[in-house]
Every structure is written in structure tokens, then in C-alpha cells.
């Protein structure tokens, strides 16, 4: 059935060029199906920092939901490229759903763990 994502643009009106780059970053979450049944992406344009600035930063989050629909939030990716803050959400979605499938795989195979 695949991932499903809602969009929520805050500031400006968004675009196609965007919506197609967070489809396309939102397949490489597609190995976590099992573990994730979707997520929310805000992208939210927000002032330039100096008065004399004219170019504006975006702030994009992104939460991911499981199949018990747990809400799990990931950290604010900010830039003045949109493009750029999008893969960098999805970049830190992958990297913590790979270590904690990585963490689960580990506890499961009976390896004694060295936390405590």
C-alpha cells in the first residue's frame, strides 16, 4: 500500500517542485513499511534573519508515524534552500529508523547487551 505523507506549507503557497522532491525522498523511507505508516511534513518559510536580507530561510519538520500510530518528531532541518532542508529531514529519518532497526535486530538475535 505504501507510506502515506501529508504536506502543510506555512508562510508561502508551496509548489510542485517541492511536492515531487518530498514524494521522491519519502521512497527511501519505504524498507521502514513495516515499522512506519507515514508521515507530516511542514515546510515553513520564515523571515530573513537581517533586515537587509533578501533571501528567505525555511524550517522543515517532519514527524514520522508508525503502525501504532506513534507521533515520533524529528529535529527542525533549517536553510535558505528548501530543497536541500527537505533531504536533510528525510536524511535524519533514515538514519534513526536504521539504528533502530538496527538496535531491535540486535536485541533480537540474543547478543548480550552492555548498556547496563
Known sequence: MGLGMQ????GFAGSSALEAEAGIQLLRLERFSGV??????AIEKLHALQPGDSQPMYDVRLDLVST???LAPLGHCEGDDPVAAIRAAFDAAER???SAASS?????????????
Open 96 to 98: 534513526q529508523l536504521g
Open 68 to 70: 501504532s500510530r506513534e
Open 36 to 41: 512506519l505508516s507515514g508521515c507530516h511534513l
Open 7 to 10: 504536506i502543510v506549507y506555512l
Open 104 to 116: 531491535s535486530a540486535f536485541s533480537r538475535s540474543g547478543a548480550a547487551r552492555r548498556d547496563h
